[in-house]
Nanobody, 121 residues
Framework: QVQLVESGGGLVQPGGSLRLSCAASGSIFRVNAMGWYRQAPGKQRELVARFTSGGSTNYADSVKGRFTISRDNAKNTVYLQMNSLKPEDTAVYYC???????????????WGQGTQVTVSS
């Protein structure tokens, strides 16, 4: 019905950059919120950055000034530009979206499969 596909992860040295993309497809009427979470081994999932339903942005304190979230509403796509990467940014990054489907009156939460980001020398 709705699929989220992430891309752009990989291995990068400290101080380097990556750009993640997430495209939502399927029976989508409207995307109310969309953003990125991450989970490191042995750690809880945490919010990285997202657009809220009202269109504002939220960032984790640990990434402010380094990461920038952007979107292309026409393509139902969200991006995460990650600069000045640190080893502690290493995690699986998951795309998340709150979606209203066609012919539905409710919103539903969807997750991508995740993309690995590894920051190491």
């Amino acid at each position: 019905q709705v699929q989220l596909v992430e891309s752009g992860g990989g291995l990068v040295q400290p101080g380097g950059s990556l750009r993640l993309s997430c495209a939502a497809s399927g029976s989508i009427f409207r995307v109310n919120a969309m953003g990125w979470y991450r989970q490191a081994p042995g750690k809880q999932r945490e919010l990285v950055a997202r657009f809220t339903s009202g269109g504002s942005t939220n960032y984790a304190d640990s990434v402010k000034g380094r990461f920038t979230i952007s979107r292309d509403n026409a393509k139902n796509t969200v991006y995460l530009q990650m600069n000045s990467l640190k080893p502690e940014d290493t995690a699986v990054y998951y795309c998340n979206a709150l979606v209203v489907r066609h012919y539905d009156v409710r919103s539903s939460d969807y997750w991508g499969q995740g993309t690995q980001v590894t920051v190491s020398s």
